[in-house]
């Protein structure tokens, strides 16, 4: 990633908007939860599952301390693409 663009994409945070978070009752969509989300320019939505994959990805990575491992397996019961995510960084590990 160029320097320049770095820093732009660094210098344009995200904050949750309060009250802008709620269940979402959608057939069609996978998403139990999802937060509304505001940057510099942009109000966008992100959704649960999305920040339980870069949370997988920040753990693997060592920035937050290691889960419980039962803490996964519960986890993984509601969300079954925890395990997928969580092996496919463990065999690019190896």
């Known amino acids: 990633m160029k320097k ?6 660094f210098e ?5 908007q309060d009250g802008a978070h709620e269940e979402v009752l ?4 996978d998403e139990p939860l999802v937060f509304g ?4 320019a942009h109000e966008f939505s992100i959704g649960l599952t999305k920040i339980l994959e870069c949370l997988v990805v920040a753990e693997h990575m060592g920035y937050v301390p290691p889960f419980p491992d039962d803490w996964w397996v519960s986890a993984s019961r ?6 997928d995510v969580r092996n496919h960084l463990q065999h690019k590990k190896e």
């Not at 344009?12 to 949750?16: G, L, Q, Y």
């Not at 989300?37 to 510099?40: A, S, V």
């Not at 509601?78 to 395990?83: D, G, K, L, M, Q």
């Open 4 to 9: 320049k663009r770095l820093s732009a994409m």
């Open 12 to 16: 344009n945070s995200v904050a949750i």
């Open 26 to 29: 959608c057939p069609h969509c």
């Open 37 to 40: 989300m505001k940057d510099n």
């Open 78 to 83: 509601r969300y079954a693409f925890i395990p």
